[in-house]
Structure formats: C-alpha cells, structure tokens
C-alpha cells in the first residue's frame, strides 16, 4: 500500500462560518473531503467549484463548495479554486486582482478577462490520488469518463 501525502494538514481548520451552515446528512465529510482536495491540487493547476463538488461526491454541490472556500480555512490554497468558465474569484481577498495575484505566484497566468484557461490548467486527481483521497464511488466514475471531463473543462457556454 503506498503512502498518501493528500491529508488535510493539521493546521487546517473548519471556518466559524461552515459550523454555523444547517448540518445535512454527511456534511462534515463533504466539508472534510473539499479540503483534502483543494490541499491536493498541485502548485500551477486549477479546479472549478463544481469540479470539486463532483469529486467530493455532491455534483449539484457547487454554490455550497464556493460558501466553503468563502468560510476559509487557513493553510488551504483556495486560489486554485475557479469557476466554470476559469474565472476569478471577486469575493477573493483583495478582489479579482489578487485571486490573479495569487494565481500568479502559483504560475498560473489568467487571461485579459480575468479568466484562466481550463484546457491547459484545470486538473483531475489520477486514481492513486482519488484513492488516497477517500472519494467516493460516483467521483471514480468520473474520472474513468473522459467525455466528461471535456465538457465540463469547456464550461456550459450558451
């Protein structure tokens, strides 16, 4: 069995905000498993808010993924976190210009309209990392469509 470095640090801890949210049926393992993956998104790549929601196992989750990376916790690279369409965050500390900032520092480089290319920075957790990670069952299967991952990098435009 291989060793999983993707552990939530034990540093990080749950926002006041978070606690305050109405606890449904498994929401401290939703909140548990966001942050072990925006901790496990490597240095220069980015995940969408409903990306991580999929993963976790909540695909209709997104708004509440984004109400958690809103809440904070420290120690957690939030800046990897986009949405849809790669664009940066305005309720980021100091705004669009620092959620580019940040992604900057991590080599990210957003675009003139403040919005990051997902085909060539959006990352998927292989299946070691997925597996090291606890994700459920629905997130495996995700990652074994690659349809999938196509149209969701693309985004939903209309």
Not at 16 to 33: C, N, S, T
Not at 103 to 113: K, N, P, Q, T
């Amino acid at each position: 069995m291989t060793n999983c470095i993707f552990l939530i640090p034990s540093f990080v801890r749950p926002a006041r905000l978070v606690r305050r949210v109405r606890y449904v049926r498994g929401w401290r393992l939703f909140v548990a498993r966001v942050h072990a993956l925006v901790c496990a998104v490597p240095k220069g790549r980015v995940v969408t808010y409903g990306q991580i929601a999929r993963l976790a196992g909540r695909p209709r989750a997104a708004r509440e993924v984004g109400w958690i990376a809103h809440a904070g916790g420290d120690g957690i690279p939030w800046q990897r976190v986009v949405n849809r369409t790669g664009g940066l965050a305005s309720g980021y500390s100091g705004g669009r210009t620092g959620h580019r900032r940040a992604l900057a520092r991590d080599g990210v480089r957003a675009g003139s309209e403040d919005r990051v290319d997902l085909s060539a920075y959006q990352w998927w957790p292989d299946h070691q990392t997925a597996r090291c990670l606890g994700l459920p069952q629905e997130a495996m299967a995700a990652l074994a469509a690659p349809a999938n991952r196509v149209r969701q990098a693309a985004g939903r435009r209309r």
